[in-house]
Each structure stands twice: as C-alpha cells, then as structure tokens.
C-alpha cells in the first residue's frame, strides 16, 4: 500500500523559511517522479515543484529561485525546501507519487498517490 504523509508545515513570517518533508512508503521516490503541489482557499491546485526519477527538477515562476525539492533516498522521503516565503505562498502542501515528468510545461502530470497535506501560513 503506498502512503505519502507530509511534515512541516506552520506559520511563519513573512520572509522565512519552512522545509516540507514527504515520508513516502510503498514505493520508491528515487524511482519515481515526485512533485509538490499546493491549494489556497477558492483557488485551483498547483504545481509548485517536480522532480524526475534522474534528479531533474522544475518549477513554476512564482516559487523559482526561492523553492528547492530534492530527494533523500536513504529515508525515502522528498523534501521542498521554502525560502522568502510570502503571504501569497499560504496554502495547503500536498505531495504527490509516480506522476509524468516532463521537460516543458506542464512540467509534471501527478500520479494516483496524493498525501494528506501540510498547512503552510505566512503572516505577520
């Protein structure tokens, strides 16, 4: 049975920092293409970052450069690193599993495994 369960989300201000961590069991995030997606209140769900089997990622214009994913493959977990985080970042956190990664926009067609989600909330 696969299971994605998401940590580390909170409150934070504005400018901080949060790292998000996906513990996922199952199956193999290093063989699997991962993403991360977020959904604000009476908004549509989002990518916000994706990575391949091979380590490439991508990453929509609004989180470049302050967003990082990666993998940890001894603990099987795939992490969003956050910084200069903004108001406009508040959302709900999902990972996902075993989706399409692909090397132009859209750049990730999620998989059937979806985790419970993290609440993320940046304000002072």
């Known amino acids: 049975q696969v299971q994605l369960v998401e940590s580390g989300g909170g409150l934070v201000q504005p400018g901080g920092s949060l790292r998000l961590s996906c513990a996922v069991s199952?199956?193999?995030?290093?063989?699997?293409?991962m993403g991360w997606y977020r959904q604000a209140p009476g908004k549509q769900r989002e990518l916000v970052a994706v990575?391949?089997?091979?380590?490439?990622?991508k990453y929509p214009d609004s989180v470049k450069g302050r967003f990082t994913i990666s993998r940890d493959v001894a603990k099987n977990t795939v992490n969003l690193q956050m910084n200069s985080l903004k108001p406009e970042d508040t959302a709900v956190y999902y990972c996902?599993?075993?989706?399409?990664?692909?090397?132009?926009?859209?750049?990730?067609?999620?998989?059937?495994?979806w985790g419970q989600g993290t609440q993320v909330t940046v304000s002072s």
């Open positions: 996902n599993a075993a989706g399409i990664y692909y090397n132009r926009s859209p750049y990730y067609d999620p998989g059937h495994y």
């Open positions: 199952g199956i193999s995030s290093r063989t699997n293409a």
């Open positions: 990575i391949s089997s091979g380590g490439l990622t």
